[in-house]
């Protein structure tokens, strides 16, 4: 007896961590090596597929969408009835806050009270925000749950975020509440409430200033910026955008906006590693694209941007912002919008799968199924795999009660994340079961014949 104690002591631990699976780690996480280098396409694949003119044309068009809030007169996303409809959801569904109690009706129609939309519009000047903050569909931090636990009801899925927003992205102020601690304001891609400390009005002069037709691009998350003395002035990450005004040994300078005493934006000088930032585009390669979704993976996954992460659709955002490509913020509008659209729907899983690995172009297209949108990197073995940022796969046990099995990161998965588990809920079945539809972002005549 004490022989075989002492051999499995011995087996237990000299045997490689590599050979014991981690119960709540599914499958694909163990067998498929999570570092895109690995898989990176060779330069033959996609050295034609993505020229400098395309790039730069893309990027063109990255630039006039980004500075357009600058220059429209009104509301564009912000209409009327999209600003009374969220107040108007929430009072037919009060939910629970951050403390797991259901809201009253006093906590809307003071909320309420504070927009003051009865005279909505009120503000229409272009700003410029001063600080990363989140977009709020109501104006407070507070959370809104379905219910007070859950997992896919309640925490972290708060209802009023809408997404996260960089420092110094420009913005379109339309509205500003009563106590003028909040203001409702326009982004490229969508609209919310934001504390109105963290923005500051912009002018004509600014923004001649601002648009220099020269940016730098962060290309590694949590990058420090600093001042001439060296002093930290903000946070960046990657999707995060600046004017490039020149180079210094070992940095780009950059220009920055912060808020003088009275709220209006003023530029100073900033200061960020060569190697944390790259001037805008950068040149698309297997390897840039690598270096890019490397610095992404393994990031907790953040429901609209909450606690400085992504959720899906801000994680396929972001790694195509330094190479120049603009993509809407949500998931659906991501592959309808822009690029190349196919419909998967109506065919079987082995035939979308079929089809992805015959038009997919690694690290330039992607997949969709309704709520969640993926980046297709390539073939491994004759399966396509995908890298996205994933809450978890839906499961149902044998008394009907339905759960999630947590993955809550950026992963690099196959199109069946889960297919080892005996309990996932068949009305969701596989990822690949309910793929809906790809979107080849490069000009169609572009693709590799």
């Known amino acids: 007896m004490k022989k075989l104690i002492f051999l499995f002591i011995m087996i237990f631990f000299f045997t490689p961590a590599g050979c014991f699976q981690r119960a709540d780690v599914i499958k694909d996480l163990h067998d498929l090596r999570q570092e895109h280098s690995y898989y990176q396409p060779g330069a033959a694949e996609t050295a034609e597929v993505l020229t400098p003119q395309m790039q730069a044309r893309m990027d063109e068009d990255y630039n006039i969408i980004y500075f357009s809030v600058w220059y429209q007169p009104e509301p564009f996303h912000a209409l009327t009835d999209r600003v009374l409809h969220d107040f108007e959801r929430f009072k037919r569904r009060p939910g629970y806050g ?56 309640g925490w972290p899925f708060d209802n009023l975020q809408r997404s996260s927003v960089a420092a110094n992205t420009p913005i379109f102020v339309c509205h500003v509440s009563a106590d003028k601690s909040w203001a409702l304001i326009e982004t490229n891609f969508t609209f919310g409430w934001i504390p109105i400390e963290d923005s500051a009005r912009v002018d004509a002069d600014f923004i001649k200033k601002w648009e220099t037709g020269s940016y730098a691009a962060i290309t590694v998350n949590e990058t420090s910026i600093y001042n001439e003395h060296g002093n930290f002035i903000l946070r960046a990450s990657i999707g995060h955008i600046f004017p490039l005004a020149g180079k210094t040994p070992g940095y780009l300078e950059i220009l920055v906006a912060v808020a003088d005493a009275n709220s209006n934006a003023v530029i100073k000088r900033g200061f960020v590693a060569q190697e944390h930032a790259a001037p805008k585009p950068l040149l698309f390669t297997p390897a840039s694209a690598a270096k890019i979704a490397d610095e992404l993976i393994g990031e907790p996954y953040g429901w609209g941007g909450l606690y400085g992460n992504r959720d899906c659709s801000a994680m396929t955002r972001d790694f195509f912002a330094p190479f120049g490509i603009w993509l809407p913020r949500h998931s659906a509008d991501q592959v309808t919008e822009v690029g190349n659209y196919i419909d998967l729907r109506g065919l079987a899983p082995e035939e979308k799968e079929q089809l992805i690995l015959e038009k997919g172009i690694p690290y330039l297209t992607l997949l969709w199924h309704r709520g969640h949108v993926m980046l297709y990197i390539g073939n491994e073995s004759g399966r396509a795999l995908i890298f996205h940022n994933v809450w978890g796969i839906r499961t149902k046990d044998e008394d009907g009660n339905t759960g999630r099995k947590i993955i809550g990161q950026a992963v690099i998965t196959t199109l069946r994340p889960g297919y080892e588990l005996n309990n996932i809920d068949e009305r969701d079945g596989y990822m690949l079961d309910r793929m809906a539809a790809m979107n080849v972002l490069v000009p169609y005549q572009a693709w590799p014949r």
């Open 98 to 153: 951050e403390n797991k109690r259901r809201h009253s009706r006093e906590w809307l129609r003071k909320l309420e009270a504070n927009a003051s939309l009865n005279n909505y519009p009120n503000a229409l000047y272009p700003a410029i925000t001063t600080r990363n903050t989140n977009l709020r569909i109501l104006p407070t931090q507070g959370a809104h749950f379905n219910s007070p636990d859950g997992e896919g009801s």
